[in-house]
């Protein structure tokens, strides 16, 4: 496993900026991966490993950027709940933690760098150095994944009966027995153009 600092420089390049999100992230994962056994996230361990993200904001990218997990690799799924926390899962041995950003931790910043005025600075140097059980909340859980969701081949493709699109991995609904996709189904998030 690389240094803190060498994680960090890689994540923050990857994301494009240095911020206090980073050294969250960072920290999240190599909290998580250690509790979970997994000490080679991008070798020898990267098939045991799964996380699932609560929030997509800038930790997000770090958490990635360590665990070297995907969207595109299906290692990483992200369930919209707008919490700062992610889950570790280690798929060979089903142990996994649930680690949450306190929210404590960004007044208890002024306690390690209070010579710096500005707020985000002050967060972004004392997330570096503050002790990781007055950063985070870890709790142990049992990640229900379902089968659609992991890694792998797809189990399923199937054709929706109203646009024709194919969809895989279980998306589909069953609607008046018909089989749709889910823009069908009226969760459509774009709108045709005219003209
Ligand atoms: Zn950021
Ligand atoms: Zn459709």
């Not at 600092?5 to 991966?33: D, F, N, P, T, Y």
């Not at 859980?141 to 646009?163: F, H, S, T, W, Y």
């Amino acid at each position: 496993m690389q240094s803190f600092a060498e994680l960090l420089e890689v994540s923050a390049k990857i994301h494009g900026h240095l911020c206090a999100g980073q050294v969250i992230g960072v920290r999240m994962a190599l909290l998580g991966l250690r509790h979970i056994g997994v000490d080679d996230p991008k070798g020898v361990d990267r098939k045991k490993l799964y996380v699932i993200v609560e929030i997509d904001r800038c930790a997000t990218d770090a958490i990635q950027s360590v665990t070297g997990c995907s969207l595109g690799k299906r290692s990483l799924r992200w369930m919209d709940f707008g919490i700062m926390a992610a889950t570790f899962v280690n798929l060979k041995t089903g142990q996994a933690v649930r680690v949450t950003a306190r929210e404590e931790a960004r007044e208890l910043s002024t306690k390690y760098c209070p010579e710096l005025a500005d707020k985000y600075q002050r967060q972004l140097e004392a997330y570096r150095v503050m002790p990781e059980d007055e950063l985070f909340t870890i709790q142990e859980v049992k990640a229900n994944i379902p089968e659609c969701d992991m890694p792998g081949r797809p189990l399923r493709r199937v054709q929706c009966a109203q646009c024709g699109d194919y969809v895989q991995d279980c998306r589909e609904i069953e609607q008046d027995n018909k089989i749709i996709c889910r823009a069908c189904a009226g969760q459509r998030y774009y709108s045709g153009v005219k003209g």
